[in-house]
């Protein structure tokens, strides 16, 4: 099914599709409005399918589907299905081919909760444990190093502090980005996140979902993670700038633990905003978008690679699946 607009490969296209994905190992998660789908290949070069159809939790609660709420409940929610998803492509790539005695803790953690509920443990643990690195690299880290750095400086000025630690976190981010695209299984993992791009652009340009239209497509994307990652982290310094500055805050700010504090108590209001903008950004395109997207579609050099053909069929049946019964069902 194609989208009621179109447009020629060389145009930039008038409908944009709130379809997004994820890679995986060896696969993409492709979520639609309706449905969301895992396409994995596995070692024998066979396609696994994982489909379902989509429980939003706005649905139930409405209130959480509201501007500014909705997208810390969204964020939360995608790093869930995100960490179900990586684990289920895990399982067609397992590091010991040979099966393992489960250790007696396992043993008794199954027993205990079963193996439905050990599974949600062990994703709960996962996404905690990845919230917690997040907050460790990109918060706690940026504020002991400006800190330590600054207290040689006692009278350095708030908006230097505020200015040196923001650029602290866009080296680490940056270093961190370099690193894991040079590494070889995460190189190919982000060839599956450039055909991910690479189908969702062939299908908002009307064409055929075929992999000589799509291997045609960029393979950077406006609506990126890796572009929300970026935003966030500017809207943080910017967000710490107003906040550190408001008097009574101003005179502790200084405190590194104090800040680091401050910084979690914001992090919530950040990721709404930030949300909020990518949304803006993926509706919109004039000069206005391009600046503000610019910088991340940058990033994207070390998070999107070209695919292979194979990446590309994987990347093109997810997004089949995921295509509204409605056309334009799926435009923003």
């Not at 009621?4 to 979520?31: N, V, Y």
């Not at 929610?77 to 393992?100: C, H, I, N, R, T």
């Not at 009307?206 to 406006?222: C, D, F, I, Q, Y």
Request: net charge neutral; hydrophobic share 45%.
């Amino acid at each position: 099914m194609k989208p009621e607009k179109h447009c020629e490969p060389s145009q930039d296209c008038a409908f944009r599709t709130t379809i997004g994905g994820q890679a995986l190992i060896e696969g993409i998660l492709m979520r639609g409005p309706e449905k969301q789908a895992i396409v994995v290949r596995n070692q024998e070069g066979e396609l696994e399918v994982k489909e379902q159809k989509l429980k939003l939790i706005k649905d139930r609660y409405p209130i959480l589907g509201v501007p500014f709420i909705r997208g810390v409940v969204n964020f939360l929610a995608s790093l869930v299905e995100g960490v179900k998803a990586l684990m289920w492509s895990a399982e067609f790539y397992p590091d010991d081919q040979e099966e393992e005695t489960p250790s007696k803790f396992e043993q008794w953690l199954e027993k205990r909760f079963g193996s439905e509920g050990l599974m949600k443990w062990i994703i709960g643990i996962a996404v905690a444990a990845g919230i917690a690195f997040a907050i460790a690299l990109f918060i706690i880290l940026p504020t002991l190093f400006t800190s330590g750095l600054l207290y040689f400086f006692p009278d350095a000025p708030m908006w230097l502090r505020n200015l040196l630690e923001g650029v602290v976190k866009l080296v680490i981010f940056f270093c961190y980005l370099y690193f894991c695209s040079r590494l070889k299984d995460i190189h190919r993992t982000f060839q599956y996140h450039g055909a991910e791009h690479k189908t969702i652009f062939c299908y908002e340009r009307g064409l055929e979902l075929t992999v000589e239209n799509a291997r045609k497509m960029p393979r950077h994307h406006p609506r990126c993670g890796t572009s929300f990652l970026f935003v966030v982290i500017v809207v943080a310094v910017l967000a710490s700038c107003v906040v550190f500055a408001l008097p009574g805050i101003r005179d502790v700010a200084a405190n590194p633990l104090v800040r680091i504090l401050l910084h979690l108590v914001l992090l919530p209001i950040v990721v709404a905003i930030t949300y909020e903008i990518n949304r803006f950004i993926g509706r919109h395109d004039n000069p206005v978008t391009r600046v503000l997207s610019a910088p991340g579609m940058w990033m994207q050099n070390f998070t999107t690679f070209e695919p292979d053909d194979s990446m590309l069929e994987v990347a093109i049946h997810a997004l089949k699946i995921v295509l509204p019964q409605k056309a334009g069902a799926d435009a923003w």
